[in-house]
């Protein structure tokens, strides 16, 4: 069985310094992947090779930006100027996008799946004949997309945090593989997980709860079912947020959807949950907001977790 290898997810802020230093501490506690997200009005290459100069063996990349922001040339030249100033650490995520995304850009979102799978393959064209081997990963959820990434990509990037999902999508996964006469141990499948540590259990929980309650408000029926959500909470998670009453919202989460849709608790517990991961097939395990109460103390505490795989 492949070890589990460990990466941070981080929605840069404003403050440059603040990202570095952020990136840095989790190298120095042993994350190997730093998967960074690409918003709209921010130059993605200016903080990625700001932290690429501040760092030495982490692996970095977007995570995930779209094929929507920038032309296949622009990124190409970008990717590869940042994985010769690392010396090969540069990785690269990119997912459909979404609405919203759009609506910022004032573009149109119009076929999404087939924009970023030409997409994918294009760069990876170009960066064969450039001998430049960067790792792509697609940021997938639906059944077609999971196919596509196994297919034409090195890696996905699921977000998701519970077994159950990944019964449920390893199998697109590995028919995307199979057609493209790969092989599942060569392939990373990556989960981006809400995590959250703390040496004290109720905190860490509690940390955890306000994205629980946004994941939740967002959740399509299906998702629902697989976790025998009843919608009547789910409708009225939605709307307690709808109306900017999230006290109200944190009211219906209890410890059962904490599991479901985070990973929470001290590192003792939490070991064991990503070990379940792993044995689901798993191979990355993505820290993602909102880390605990204290962000950098939190990430400090990963140090016995990182070092337990």
């Not at 802020?13 to 009005?41: C, M, P, R, T």
């Not at 990119?94 to 004032?106: A, D």
Request: glycine fraction near 6%.
């Amino acid at each position: 069985m492949k070890t589990m290898k460990f990466g941070i997810g981080i929605i840069p802020q404003d403050n440059l310094d603040e990202n570095i230093e952020l990136i840095k501490l989790a190298e120095d506690v042993g994350f190997e992947y730093a998967w960074i997200s690409h918003k709209s009005d921010m130059n993605m290459y200016q903080l990625l090779k700001a932290i690429t100069l501040e760092t030495e063996t982490i692996k970095i990349g977007p995570g995930v930006t779209n094929p929507y922001i920038k032309n296949v040339e622009n990124f190409l030249y970008e990717m590869i100027h940042l994985n010769n100033l690392s010396n090969k650490r540069t990785v690269f995520g990119i997912g459909p996008g979404n609405r919203k995304i759009m609506k910022e850009l004032n573009r149109q979102w119009s076929n999404p799946v087939s924009t970023l799978k030409e997409y994918v393959q294009k760069l990876h064209e170009s960066f064969e004949k450039k001998k430049s081997n960067i790792p792509i990963y697609i940021g997938a959820q639906s059944p077609k997309l999971l196919r596509i990434s196994g297919e034409i990509s090195d890696g996905c990037i699921v977000n998701a945090s519970h077994p159950k999902d990944y019964e449920e999508l390893l199998p697109h996964i590995q028919k995307g593989i199979d057609h493209s006469k790969k092989d599942m141990k060569d392939f990373d499948i990556a989960a981006y997980t809400p995590t959250s540590i703390d040496n004290d259990i109720e905190i860490a929980k509690n940390a955890s709860k306000i994205v629980v309650a946004f994941i939740i408000a967002g959740c399509a029926p299906p998702l629902l079912e697989r976790h025998d959500i009843p919608q009547e909470v789910r409708d009225n998670i939605y709307l307690s947020l709808s109306r900017g009453n999230i006290g109200n919202a944190l009211r219906f989460i209890e410890d059962d959807l904490i599991d479901i849709f985070s990973v929470a608790g001290t590192s003792k517990e939490i070991i064991p949950k990503i070990d379940t991961l792993k044995e689901s097939g798993v191979t990355q395990f993505i820290v993602s907001a909102p880390f605990g109460r204290q962000q950098n103390e939190s990430i400090k505490l990963f140090e016995d977790v990182i070092s337990s795989f």
